[in-house]
């Protein structure tokens, strides 16, 4: 199966994530390109946002058919088992697309720390690092979204 509820809401957060800061690249005017390039790619990426969520009802509704499995059993072998399950207690979707939400951005600003020039490979290391705890944090929160999925929907 290509895609869960967790997954397709993940992406759906970082679409938006992406869009926040395109918004804010338009504004601030202080970016590697111009207004009309990031005006397109602004364009582009609601056209893939509202394609999305379009995707998101498809998959409801095809859940509620019995046409789609709601989740999949990963088979990941490079998890670290000391990292995975610390993500509270999610109880429902909402909250779990909420926590998967500030995931995805604290991890956005991850991914801003490791792109410095400007700080020694060590410190790029120790980030790395936090990246890995943060992404499998996102990965226990997608599956914890499909379990939650399944779970309402056997009542």
């Known amino acids: 199966m290509a895609e869960t509820l967790g997954s397709l809401m993940d992406k759906l957060s970082i679409k938006s994530i992406r869009e926040f800061y395109l918004k804010k690249m338009i504004r601030l005017k202080n970016n590697n390109f111009s207004a009309e390039q990031l005006q397109e790619k602004l364009r582009v990426l609601q056209v ?30 490079y998890n ?5 399950n610390r993500i509270g207690a999610i109880d429902t979707l909402a909250r779990g697309f909420d926590a998967l939400t500030k995931k995805n951005l604290e991890l956005w600003q991850l991914e ?3 792109r410095r ?28 979204i499909d379990e939650l999925l399944e779970r309402s929907l056997r009542k």
């Open 112 to 114: 801003d720390e490791a």
């Open 48 to 77: 893939q946002k509202k394609n999305l969520v379009r995707e998101i009802d498809f998959f409801f509704a095809a859940v509620a058919r019995g046409e789609l499995v709601i989740r999949d059993e990963k088979l990941k072998l």
């Open 80 to 84: 670290n088992p000391r990292l995975m």
């Open 117 to 144: 020039a400007d700080v020694p490979l060590s410190f790029i290391g120790s980030i790395k690092r936090k990246i890995d705890a943060a992404n499998q944090q996102r990965n226990d929160l997608i599956d914890r």
